[in-house]
Each structure stands twice: as structure tokens, then as C-alpha cells.
């Protein structure tokens, strides 16, 4: 998986997602923004987790707990996206 | 170490009748109502279909990210808080967070999400439940978020003894500052029950009052012969009870003193009343206060409406009180605010210190004629003039049997 592609999008969701939650303006978020600059706790990181596993349509077991800056969580759910990917393509020659 | 003594220094209120004790006390002296044809979800499917519901937009008190992780039942009682904390005036804490704290009373806790989650699950087919289901339907979410909101490090507890719930809260941190443990405490109860799924609930106990057909608002009738049961309401109120010279060294504006407080159980059944138990819990009140029964110039009485209750405590009263019985103007405000559980007990004893310190009774509305079983002076002609009117008592009875009573006296007389 090319990781230019996909970290773009899901970097983009995220931005759109605490944008909104956390009434921030998109703009000043980039993937370096610290959570902890934005008052984003543990709860909060749990929230927004729960909210990109339904957009990607990924679960996952448990929040990480070294995701320090924005950039850091669309690396994460990327991570979920391809081993979804990785075990559909295992599965698929048997189905 | 003698008995301390307990100022109420801030209210604060979210009621049916508005959400400052400015326009909750006016609307009770005026008599009117907050019971209302319910708008929630599926109501077309309720058979009591009626409420005293609150206007309240958490959007317009909490931020998203706060909002988010509030039930109704927090918010409600976060805004209590605030407005208690804000009336009570500057230097409140001070630095001395360790002795203060926050009891609260809830019977349903965080009703309305437990309600939508199980919706979700069982109706839509929902896979999971949204990440902050626990900690907003846990019955002490609000005390906690009350505590977290002003770092309070003292014991922060919850009582749920269904309808008497904050009134065991206050009356228990009464206990806290009185013997000397604590210098403030944040006292009262929050609930927020109108939702389908608990509405059903209570319609199956078949203690609803039904619909009045000329005028919904009218369906509590305390008290009367043509009464037909309770109406639920939703609400919250929170009291600043504080240690008397601390009140006094900052200089506040004392409400109030809260000076007795009667707590038994019936021990009997889990619905019906005893007149014994809720007697007992009055002179109770009575004694901690150091009172006589003649003392008492006015009751805020639990009646609810029902057929159990409204009997059950005119006999209490009588057997408590005897002559003095005759004289002693009492009033069931639920008439007005509905019976708002597990808040009723703290939204009721601040209708009563509201009473003492403006001199005026509420009245019981919607009482034309009243059941020949229930024979005392409930104040129906409308709110009454009670000039010099120094101590008061509140009553609050609970399913399960919780008796609790609480006796306040005029910040005029206390003085």
C-alpha cells in the first residue's frame, strides 16, 4: 500500500471530524497538531476512534496509547485499513 | 464538639416552572402549571401521555465536546450546580477543596441514554453502543461532573431511594457539615425520566394520573377526590448548604437555615405507605431540630396525587402534629411541577426556603374539592401571605420505604 495515497484521505477525515466535534477550525489542524493541544484526552481520543472506525469501516481491539499528534491517528487507521485489505486478499482465492 | 450549624447560601434550579429560581417561585405563587401533553418519541403509544417537562437546550450551556458526554440528567444537574455555586457569591472554597463535596439524589440516573442504546441495539440493529454510554447513563455521572467542574476533593455520593432520593442527599450532608467534617457541600438531585421506555415503565405500575379531558396541565390533583395519580416530571435542583460562621466570614447572603432532618423506612412494603414510618420520620426531623411540633408554620408535603400517598400522609401529619394540625397550612407544589423523583425532595425544600424568605405559601392547585379522607388546610384558594412565617418542613416518601424529612428556618429568624 502507498502510503502518499491513502494518509492524504484519512488525514482529511480526521481534520473533518474533530473540526467539528471540538468546534476548531480545520485550517490550523495539520498532522503534526499535538491531541494534547487540543484538549483531546483519553475519552475524547476513544470517541474519535470510534468515529473513523465507521467511516473506514475498521475495528479497532483497543486505542493505541502512543498516538501523540493527529498525523499519528490517520497512520493508525490506515494500519487497520490494511490488514482489512491484507486479510480479504487472503481470503479471497478460497472463497 | 457542639452541633454546628447549617447556612444555605445558593440555589439552583432547572424545573417545569423555569430554570432560575426567580421564575420557579413566581410561577408556583401564581399558580401555575408545567404539566404539559408530552412530545417525545413513539408518544403516540403512551396511555398517560402527560408530563411536566423542561424548555432547557444543553447546546446553549455546555460546549460540543462537554454536551457529548452529558445524559439530560447531568446537564440538568451541571446547570443546578453552576447557578448554585454562582448565587452563592465569591470565596466559596477558598483553598480548602478536602472539605468540600457533593451529594446528589437520582432514582432513573442517565435514563434517556439507557433508553436510546437499547433502542439502537434491539430496534435498529446496532452493533455497538456509542463510546460514552456508560459513563453518561452511570446514576452519579452528574455528582461527578459537578465535582470535576469546581475540583471539590471531599465525598462525593449518590443516594437513590427512589422518590426521597434528594432529600436523604441534602439532608445527609446536613449530617456531613453539622457533626463538622465538611465546610460546603453541593446538595441536591437531578432527573430526567421522560422518555419512552421509562414512561412505559412507570405506566405499568399504574400510578399515572390520567389525562384531565378539559385541560392536560390540570391532571395533578393533590389531595383531591377526583384525583387520578401521579405526573412525572423532570428536573433538578442543588442547594450551597455551608457551615454557618464560614458563611458568615465571607461575608454571604445567607437563604436559610436547614435545621432537622428525619430519616426512617416502612419496612412494610415496597409501594404502599405507613403512616407510621412517615410520622416517624417527621418527628424525627422534628427532634435533630430541637423543635416543637407548634414550631412548624408551614409543609410542603410530599403529596403526590395518588390514592396511597395523599391519605397516608394527612394521617402522618395529624398523628405528628395533632391540634396544631388544625393550623398548619400544607401544600403539595407537585400539583404545579409534577413529581420529579429522584430531584423532588431538593426541588420541593427549595420551593420551601423560597417560601420562608419571601413570605408566601404556595399553593395546592387544581384542588376544588378535596377527599373527605384528606382533611387538612392544603392551600388551595392560591398562594397565601405568611408574613413572619419562620420554620417549615418538607416531606419527601419513596417506593422501597425511604421516609425523608427536612426542617429549614427563615434566614430572618435565624439571625
Excluded at chain 1, 73 to 78: M, N, R, S
Excluded at chain 2, 193 to 207: D, I, M, Q, R, V
Aim: glycine share 10%; aromatic share 6%.
Amino acid at each position: 500500500m502507498s502510503a502518499s495515497t491513502t494518509e492524504g484521505q484519512t488525514f482529511a477525515v480526521v481534520r473533518e471530524l474533530i473540526a467539528k466535534d471540538h468546534a476548531i477550525a480545520p485550517e490550523t489542524l495539520t498532522p503534526d497538531t499535538p491531541l494534547q493541544s487540543l484538549d483531546i484526552d483519553s475519552l475524547s481520543l476513544i470517541e474519535l476512534i470510534f468515529n473513523l472506525e465507521d467511516r473506514f469501516d475498521v475495528v479497532a481491539d483497543k486505542v493505541p496509547e502512543n498516538l501523540p499528534t493527529l498525523g499519528s491517528v490517520a497512520d493508525y487507521i490506515d494500519s487497520l485499513v490494511a490488514a482489512r485489505t491484507a486479510a480479504a486478499g487472503d481470503a479471497a482465492p478460497s472463497a | 464538639m457542639a452541633a454546628r450549624r447549617v447556612a444555605v447560601t445558593g440555589l439552583g434550579v432547572v424545573s417545569p416552572l423555569g430554570n432560575d429560581e426567580a421564575s420557579f417561585f413566581e410561577a408556583l405563587q401564581a399558580g401555575r402549571s408545567g404539566v404539559r401533553r408530552l412530545e417525545v418519541a413513539f408518544s403516540e403509544r403512551l396511555s398517560n401521555r402527560i408530563g411536566a417537562s423542561v424548555d432547557f437546550d444543553g447546546a446553549a450551556h455546555f460546549p460540543p465536546p462537554k454536551l457529548r458526554m452529558l445524559d439530560r440528567v447531568s446537564q440538568f444537574a451541571l446547570f443546578a450546580a453552576q447557578q448554585a455555586v454562582s448565587s452563592a457569591g465569591p470565596g466559596l472554597f477558598d483553598n480548602e477543596r478536602e472539605r468540600a463535596g457533593v451529594f446528589l439524589g437520582t432514582g432513573m440516573g442517565g435514563a434517556q441514554t439507557t433508553d436510546d442504546g437499547y433502542r439502537a441495539l434491539y430496534a435498529d440493529g446496532a452493533s455497538r453502543l456509542p463510546p460514552f454510554s456508560v459513563l453518561m447513563a452511570m446514576n452519579h455521572a452528574g455528582a461527578a461532573w459537578i465535582g470535576l467542574e469546581y475540583g471539590l476533593q471531599g465525598p462525593n455520593l449518590t443516594y437513590s431511594t427512589a422518590c426521597s432520593s434528594s432529600a436523604v442527599a441534602i439532608g445527609e450532608a446536613w449530617r456531613r457539615i453539622r457533626c463538622g467534617e465538611m465546610d460546603v457541600m453541593l446538595a441536591g438531585g437531578s432527573e430526567a425520566p421522560l422518555n419512552f421506555g421509562t414512561l412505559k415503565a412507570w405506566e405499568a405500575l399504574k400510578t399515572l394520573a390520567a389525562e384531565d379531558s378539559n385541560d392536560p396541565a390540570a391532571s395533578c390533583k393533590p389531595f383531591a377526590l377526583d384525583r387520578s395519580g401521579m405526573v412525572l416530571g423532570e428536573g433538578a435542583a442543588v442547594l450551597v448548604l455551608e457551615e454557618w460562621e464560614h458563611a458568615q466570614r465571607r461575608g454571604a447572603r445567607i437563604r436559610g437555615e436547614l435545621i432537622g432532618y428525619g430519616l426512617s423506612t416502612d419496612a412494610s412494603h415496597m409501594t404502599h405507605p405507613t403512616v407510621e414510618g412517615q410520622a416517624r420520620a417527621m418527628a424525627l426531623a422534628l427532634e435533630s431540630a430541637g423543635i416543637n411540633a407548634s414550631a412548624i408554620d408551614y409543609i410542603n408535603a410530599h403529596g403526590t396525587g395518588t390514592a396511597a400517598n395523599d391519605v397516608t400522609e394527612t394521617r402522618a401529619i395529624r398523628d405528628v402534629f395533632a391540634a396544631h394540625a388544625d393550623r398548619l397550612p400544607v401544600s403539595s407544589t407537585k400539583s404545579m411541577h409534577g413529581h420529579l423523583l429522584g430531584a423532588a425532595g431538593a426541588l420541593e425544600m427549595l420551593a420551601t426556603l423560597l417560601a420562608l424568605e419571601r413570605e408566601t405559601l404556595p399553593p395546592t392547585i387544581n384542588l376544588r374539592v378535596a377527599d373527605p379522607a384528606c382533611d387538612l388546610d392544603y392551600i388551595s384558594e392560591g398562594a397565601r401571605d405568611a408574613l413572619g412565617a419562620a420554620v417549615a418542613m418538607s416531606n419527601a416518601f419513596a417506593f422501597g420505604g425511604t421516609n425523608a424529612v427536612l426542617v429549614c428556618r427563615s434566614a430572618k429568624c435565624s439571625l
